[in-house]
């Protein structure tokens, strides 16, 4: 008796993992359908795109930072409305050096170096640095070891031209390990709205890709707004 049981139940707990299985299995289909869906609704033609500086703050980061340059090299975004400012945050190693090579074969790439002797003193501080020399329109911040989708700069920026009232756009990321298997994936978004002016330096303190638009706060400086996502000027 006790024997019957126990097959019953394992029957019955596998064929529940099973069920558990393929409805995870249906429901996912049907969510990346409805986020492709929505993504073609969130770009609807006649929209001004504006000018974007992707600002990479970097400290030794030489084992990823070539594959992050050329996943933002590759963003399916408007030609000449595009700069990418890596600023190079006092590294030691051959960061620097990875990124001048690249820029060999890449117009819309620059490079801001902080020396060793004042470098890594926070990511705001080295993002202001690449402010300095930033002329787009829209901030977008990733870190040094991020690898957006081609599509990921429009889907944050295209937040800021529908919404006026938002201050910034957050993208979800996913993990990847060293295998290359993704564990979390998500086309949804944050927002912010603007809540009063906005103080230059911030930064994210998140890994996640934001966008900011450049405003000006109520002393009448010019702020930029930084993030993994979009923000005005």
């Not at 400290?59 to 399916?76: F, G, M």
């Not at 090579?101 to 020396?115: H, S």
């Not at 990511?123 to 020399?133: H, S």
């Not at 298997?181 to 890709?209: D, E, Q």
Request: charged share 20%.
């Amino acid at each position: 008796m006790i024997v019957d049981l126990a097959f019953l139940g394992s029957v019955v707990v596998i064929w529940a993992m099973t069920a558990y299985q393929l409805v995870l299995t249906v429901a996912g289909y049907f969510y990346a359908e409805r986020s492709r869906q929505e993504g073609e609704a969130l770009l609807p033609a006649g929209l001004e795109w504006p000018t974007v500086s992707v600002l990479v703050p970097a400290h030794n980061e030489e084992r990823v930072i070539r594959a992050t340059v050329q996943a933002l090299l590759k963003q399916d975004y408007w030609s000449g409305r595009l700069e990418i400012i890596v600023i190079n945050d006092g590294s030691t190693d051959h960061t620097g050096r990875l990124v001048e090579d690249m820029m060999a074969q890449a117009p819309t790439l620059k490079l801001v170096n902080i020396p060793a002797a004042n470098g890594a003193r926070g990511k705001a501080r080295a993002l202001n640095e690449g402010l300095k020399v930033a002329q787009g329109d829209v901030i977008a911040v990733y870190d040094a070891d991020n690898t957006p989708e081609p599509d990921a700069l429009r889907l944050l920026v295209v937040q800021l031209l529908r919404h006026a009232e938002l201050g910034a756009a957050l993208g979800k990321f996913r993990t990847v390990n060293r295998r290359g298997i993704s564990s979390l994936a998500s086309s949804t978004w944050k927002r912010w709205r603007f809540s009063g002016s906005h103080r230059r330096g911030g930064g994210t303190s998140s890994g996640s890709p934001s966008c900011r638009a450049r405003t000006t706060s109520s002393g009448g400086a010019r702020s930029k707004r930084s993030g993994a996502g979009t923000s005005r000027r």
